[in-house]
């Protein structure tokens, strides 16, 4: 099974800051790549879909890069709403398993 | 627009199980699948399982094999899960998320998510 790993755990920062959060899978999972935002008491929101495609009504602020085994989650300047937990979570293979997540703190 | 609507929250007893719904609407499950995702109470998020509606086929991960039942109605857009033998571990949210077929052993991303139903499993 494909294990992924998130990091930081947490990250600090203040709005209008850039934020960069990072994936890593356990092998490669080409560009099958998902990064959701949640925040407390809701229930999950698609962001990025295969890396890189923001899903709709998701502000250009937020980005994703990557492929094979390295990805990133970039929000260019954080807006108050954006202080949230994120997930990435990879759909290569069997089981379509979430990373531990990272928050995002003010 | 589609929306995921839950049943509401649950109490149960250790021992005991719990099924919960998940009904589409403003859509149908047609060409989606339905997946099951837990989240302990401050944890992360956790792939149970899914059904494939029109294929009346489900899949599991291998931690709830045997212990949980994912199931559809196609003539209602409903999904359920149930979980048997339930345990303390088991108090948690449980949230359906759609994903667009793509094929039996294929996964997509869960564009469309439950507003989410918390399972309560004290004695």
């Known amino acids: 099974e494909i294990v992924l790993t998130q990091s930081p755990a947490t990250l600090s920062l203040s709005p209008g800051e850039r934020a960069i959060l990072s994936c890593r899978a356990s092998?490669?999972?080409?560009?099958?790549l998902t990064w959701y935002q949640q925040k407390l008491g809701q229930a999950p929101r698609l962001l990025i879909y295969?890396?890189?495609n923001r899903a709709a009504g998701v502000p250009p602020r937020f980005s994703g890069s990557g492929s094979g085994t390295d990805f990133t989650l970039t929000i260019s300047s954080l807006e108050p709403e954006d202080f949230a937990i994120y997930y990435c979570?990879?759909?290569?293979?069997?089981?379509?398993?979430f990373g531990q997540g990272t928050k995002l703190d003010i | 627009q589609v929306q995921l609507v839950q049943s509401g929250a649950e109490v149960r007893k250790p021992g005991s199980s719990v099924k919960v719904s998940c009904k589409a609407s403003?859509?149908?499950?047609?060409?989606?699948?339905v997946n099951w995702v837990r989240q302990a109470p401050g944890q992360g998020l956790e792939w149970m399982g899914r059904?494939?509606?029109?294929?009346?086929?489900?899949s599991y991960a291998q931690k709830f094999r045997g212990r949980v039942t994912i199931t559809a109605d196609k003539s209602t857009n409903t999904a359920y899960m149930e979980v048997t033998s339930l345990r303390s571990e088991d108090t948690a949210v449980y949230y359906c998320?759609?994903?667009?077929?793509?094929?039996?052993?294929?996964?997509?991303?869960?564009?469309?998510w439950g507003q989410g139903t918390l399972v309560t499993v004290s004695s």
């Open positions: 295969d890396a890189s």
């Open positions: 059904t494939i509606p029109f294929l009346d086929l489900a």
């Open positions: 092998q490669t999972i080409n560009t099958y």
């Open positions: 403003g859509g149908t499950f047609s060409g989606y699948t």
């Open positions: 979570q990879q759909r290569s293979s069997w089981p379509p398993a």
């Open positions: 998320a759609r994903d667009s077929f793509c094929g039996v052993d294929c996964y997509s991303h869960f564009d469309y």
